[in-house]
């Protein structure tokens, strides 16, 4: 597994939904989403494109109110942005959400920052140079490659992973969108070792990810409402 340092088990959790709804004008974008998840756990969102994956993900960050059901932590129905939540949840949008104007250093110190994370500088090159962006750090985002931009989100997760219990529960939307072979392997490590180590995961992805840890799929196409 990847190394991240010292760690401490966190807490066991759990996340539920319970009949989610989430509706656009007219349409339902789903309805009837419920499953749970538990610590040590990965549940994979399947389904095409515009199945709702992303608006379920925004939903469970509390980024998004659904017009029905609720969202549970530990059993009590969560508040929207709650500081519990924002503690215990990290959100990676499917974009991603780098300032072109920042270096991919200077990026990573600014996603720290809005995730209530700190981490020292050596730290900071330590996770750069893990997901092989070391040389690249101080290369402005507008010219990183969308590979390269979407390590720096992997960077952001090797931190998080760092700083548990911090952050016990990800939130990821096509993590491995744009990345090549290597870092598809680097991502897989990741998750993995944040799974095995009692975090948790909702990972909207088409690809097949080979965990050992317990992984259910929830598949949005049967859930879509016209």
């Not at 996603?111 to 700190?118: H, P, R, T, W």
């Amino acid at each position: 597994m990847m190394a991240s340092g010292a760690s401490v088990s966190p807490a066991i959790h759990t996340l539920a939904a319970n009949g989610l709804r989430l509706e656009r004008g007219s349409r339902s974008i789903f309805d009837g989403v419920s499953f749970t998840v538990g610590s040590g756990q990965a549940l994979m969102l399947r389904g095409a494109n515009g199945s709702g994956k992303t608006s379920l993900l925004r939903t469970l960050a509390g980024l998004t109110l659904p017009d029905a059901g609720a969202v549970m932590w530990d059993g009590a129905v969560l508040k929207p942005l709650a500081a519990e939540w924002r503690g215990a949840a990290l959100y990676l949008g499917h974009t991603n959400a780098l300032k072109d104007d920042l270096s991919a250093q200077e990026n990573l110190v600014d996603a720290l920052s809005i995730d209530g994370m700190e981490a020292s500088q050596p730290a900071q090159l330590d996770a750069l140079e893990k997901v092989g962006l070391l040389e690249r750090r101080l290369v402005l985002a507008r010219r990183l490659s969308q590979g390269q931009k979407r390590r720096v989100g992997l960077a952001r997760l090797l931190l998080a992973r760092a700083q548990m219990p911090l952050k016990s529960l990800w939130l990821l939307d096509e993590p491995t969108n744009a990345l090549d072979e290597s870092g598809v392997s680097l991502f897989t490590r990741l998750i993995s070792d944040h799974l095995d180590n009692g975090g948790m995961a909702c990972i909207a992805t088409h690809l097949e990810l080979k965990l050992a840890a317990p992984t259910n799929e929830l598949n949005l196409d049967a859930l879509v409402r016209n």
